[in-house]
């Protein structure tokens, strides 16, 4: 794997980081997106969406969005995003991946990991050259297609 930096992010944070610190989850993806993934409408006329990081294997994948210092309004956009994969993979595929979604960012404002929590997303933050995952007890993330979330979010 290359050391490419995530779009529109600082250069010292990269992909191979946010990589490393997913796998530390026990996820064993086979693929990751690094340049951004672009969704279209089935015209393949209009763009819908834009996913930071892909990462895929044969059973699930997970959708990353970085922001330097995410917000709310961040996390209802990543929820969209969200939706908007899993309608394109159902379109494409009969068995429908799961899908599990992270925030990664650099600086996390006082109440906005909680938020992301509570989402069922991942908390993915920048610790010194690294990316760190804190996962409480009890977490269960949103699934699509594969389980519910026991978190206050929607299932996908």
């Known amino acids: 794997m290359t050391e490419s930096t995530v779009p529109n992010y600082p250069r010292r944070i990269t992909s191979d980081q946010v990589w490393a610190a997913i796998r530390e989850l026990g996820y064993n993806f086979h693929t990751m ?3 951004g993934v ?8 209009r763009r819908l969406t ?6 895929e294997n044969n059973e699930c994948c997970m959708a990353v969005e970085v922001k330097p210092k995410p917000t709310e309004k961040d996390i209802a956009h990543h929820i969209r995003q969200l ?5 394109c993979l ?3 595929q009969q068995q429908p991946k ?4 992270a925030i990664a960012g650099a600086v996390f404002p006082e109440g906005i990991q909680q938020a992301v929590i ?3 997303l991942y908390v993915i933050e920048q610790s010194g ?3 760190k995952i804190s996962v409480p007890e009890g977490f269960t993330p949103v699934r699509g297609k594969g389980g519910q979330s026991k978190n206050n979010a929607s299932s996908l």
Do not use: N, V
């Open 50 to 55: 834009e996913i930071d990081l892909l990462l």
């Open 98 to 101: 799961r899908i599990l979604g």
């Open 38 to 45: 672009d969704i279209y409408d089935e015209s393949c006329k």
């Open 33 to 35: 997106a690094t340049k």
């Open 129 to 131: 050259d690294t990316m």
């Open 90 to 92: 159902e379109k494409r």
């Open 118 to 120: 509570e989402a069922g």
């Open 83 to 87: 939706e908007l994969l899993r309608d």
